[in-house]
């Protein structure tokens, strides 16, 4: 069974950037596609971005398009998000979750990780 560890949050400034890591215990990781996900106080958690396993697809919530870059080391097996441009609306607990198939096809499994604090404010 997969283990996925979030890290790389932290408090921000409006415009700041982060780099968020979710590093994976196993390389079976590199197998399946990977998403980023969000959850603000009082909201639902949502998407924010997914690769594929090859790396060659990614997508992205409206609301980070431009602002926000997805991407993988498979000798690390590790999935960074850099953020940038970042807006207090960004603030949330970011959690990382690995899919089912190579593909971003919303199959996910079903373990989520202790997630990484993302706050931006003035």
């Known amino acids: 069974q997969l283990q996925l560890v979030e890290s790389g949050g932290g408090l921000v400034h409006p415009g700041g950037s982060l780099r968020l890591s979710c590093a994976a215990s196993?390389?079976?990781?590199?197998?399946?596609?990977t998403g980023w996900f969000r959850q603000a106080p009082g909201k639902e958690r949502e998407g924010v971005s997914c690769i594929s396993s090859s790396g060659g697809s990614t997508n992205y919530a409206d609301s980070v398009k431009g602002r926000f870059t997805i991407s993988r080391d498979f000798a690390k097996n590790t999935v960074y998000l850099t953020m940038n441009s970042l807006k207090p609306e960004d603030t949330a607990v970011y959690y990382c979750?690995?899919?089912?198939?190579?593909?971003?096809?919303?199959?996910?499994?079903?373990?989520w990780g202790q997630g990484t604090q993302v706050t931006v404010s003035s």
């Open positions: 979750r690995s899919g089912r198939t190579v593909a971003c096809d919303g199959h996910w499994n079903n373990d």
């Open positions: 196993g390389s079976s990781f590199n197998y399946y596609a």
